[in-house]
């Protein structure tokens, strides 16, 4: 395999992560995770921005990489979920509570797809489609999970 080839494949599985035999859209996410939680601990405005410069990236890598195999949505294409997590977590802020609502609801929204996830999932094609339905994912996953931080802290106010 070409060294730009191997680089590539680097970045679309994500580290490699994407070959996991079992769950890889799982692994994907907690890899996100973990690399995401410093830099949103700095900055979750730089994390929301890198989110969205590597969903361009990606896009264009995916039709690259479908047009070669005449693929769609390969399992172990997870730079999408990369994409998801770091918009999730960039909303919900840091804290171990808030990675782990961020985490967890993503990977809700992205297994189940309810609503404008499941039909950017079933009709657009493409990169465009691939790492739309994570964005969407992770976007709301990242109110619902401020939602629910907001609402904790609050109740705590009253205990």
Known sequence: MRKAQLIKDLFL???YSGYSPKAP???G???AAIIGAPIVYFSQETLFL?????ALVAIKQINLYEQRTQTHDDKSIVIDE??????AMSIVGF????????????RIFDVYKPSFI??????VKGGLGVVGDDALAGALAGITGLL???????ALRFV
Do not use: K, N, P
């Open 82 to 87: 990369l994409v998801g997590m770091w918009l």
């Open 13 to 15: 599985s994500l580290f």
């Open 95 to 106: 804290g171990a509570l808030e990675i782990g609502l961020a985490f967890i609801l993503f």
């Open 118 to 123: 499941g039909r950017i999932d079933r009709e």
């Open 148 to 154: 629910i931080v907001q609402g904790y802290h609050y």
């Open 25 to 27: 859209g799982t692994a």
């Open 50 to 54: 890198l989110g969205v410069f590597i």
């Open 29 to 31: 996410s907690a890899l």
